[in-house]
């Protein structure tokens, strides 16, 4: 005997209508959308079948609840544009930015900043908030005697300019850069940190950027700076130095020349911290291509490399949460000191 489709319906199951050409079932499916308003009639549309039985048709909506729904809506939205151009009117008022070192940030200035710093991580937006004149800020934030307008000024800067080379280009136009190089060596603290953040996010996967950084003797700067006593800082500066070392041989040329390698190991000696890593792959990218000065100076025996390696190696974390540390290790040694006895420093020359 046939059965009937009708006859078979789970109770409160999702049904759709059926084709009068072929009975197979198609889904009626409600118009994507394209709006707020539209998200919510496609809500109310998809979930119509799940209402309680009754009347489901749409009817008219009296003016008060549209008014409400339309108010609700409007609440949800935010006008990125005027949000960009109210802080960059705020952040560019030069009386109200120079405050003097000490003084609490007004609750206005706080304001323009986290707003920017919600949106201009967001490529488009950051090259919108370049176009409306946002660049401005720069110059009077960079002014100010307050390390936190600073600071601030330098979160900005590089979350515009993060992996984003129109931002990059601009900021190496106005000549950001060489203002950051020149802050970084007086800056402290988290300002010192967050400066070195915005020099990295300038350079990085930018090479116009890398080159000028070069050519202003940032590499000195920073080969200073893996010896600074804020973690912090030391580490951002590692970090940078890696990756220049590693991608341009005209910075790789410089800290080998600045010996960093004797600074490297001075910090390695000192105790594992979040910078060991960094310290450790800049060691690794300078010995690769094995330039004889830089393999002499490892092989210093007042250095005391090899030992500090396999030192290091005996560090139980490093077999489970520090697996790359024990890698650069082992390749190190590999590198430097396999089959090599180590070599007799006549004078000083090669530690300078």
């Known amino acids: 005997m046939g059965t009937n489709p ?22 009626v499916q409600p118009r994507q959308p394209r709006s ?31 008014k409400f729904l339309e108010d609700a809506l409007k609440s949800l939205t935010v006008n990125v544009a005027e949000v960009l151009q109210s802080s960059i009117k705020v952040l560019t008022d030069t009386e109200k930015i120079r405050s003097q070192l000490g003084e609490p940030l007004p609750s206005d200035v706080e304001t323009a900043f986290d707003n920017l710093l919600d949106y201009i991580d967001d490529i488009d937006i950051a090259n919108d908030f370049y176009k409306m004149g946002g660049f401005a ?7 100010s005697e307050n390390d936190e307008v600073r600071s601030r000024a330098s979160s900005v800067l590089a979350e515009a300019c993060q992996n984003n080379p129109h931002c990059q280009r601009r900021a190496l136009d106005c ?4 203002v950051l190089i020149h802050l970084v060596q007086s800056e402290r603290g988290h300002a010192l940190a967050k400066c070195l953040y915005a020099i990295s996010c300038i350079c990085r996967e930018y090479e116009p ?19 600074a006593p804020e973690p912090a800082a030391r580490t951002r500066a590692a970090f940078l130095v890696r990756h220049l070392a590693h991608h341009y ?34 060691l690794l990218a300078l010995v690769e291509g094995l330039d004889p000065t830089v393999l002499q100076q490892c092989r210093n025996p007042r250095l005391n490399l090899k030992k500090v390696l396999e030192d290091h190696l005996k560090h139980p974390e490093l077999e489970e949460s520090y697996i790359e540390e024990k ?20 004078d000083d020359e090669v530690t300078r």
């Open 327 to 346: 890698e650069y290790c082992q390749e190190i040694l590999q590198q430097v000191f396999k089959d090599c006895p180590p070599i007799e420093v006549v």
């Open 36 to 66: 707020l308003q539209g998200l919510l009639r496609f809500a109310m549309e998809a979930t119509k079948a799940e209402d309680a039985p009754g009347n489901s048709e749409f009817s008219p909506m009296d003016e008060e609840r549209r």
């Open 137 to 143: 800020i720069f110059p009077v934030c960079y002014g």
């Open 6 to 27: 009708e006859n078979n319906q789970i109770a409160g199951a999702i049904t759709y209508p059926v084709s009068s050409q072929n009975m197979q079932s198609v889904p």
């Open 175 to 178: 000549g950001l850069l060489n």
């Open 209 to 227: 950027a890398a080159r000028e950084l070069v050519w202003q003797d940032g590499v000195a700067a920073l080969a200073a700076l893996l010896r």
């Open 249 to 282: 041989s005209d910075a790789k040329e410089q800290f080998i020349q600045n010996n960093v390698v004797e600074t490297v190991v001075e910090q390695i000696k000192s105790g594992r911290d979040d910078t060991t890593e960094h310290l450790l792959g800049i």
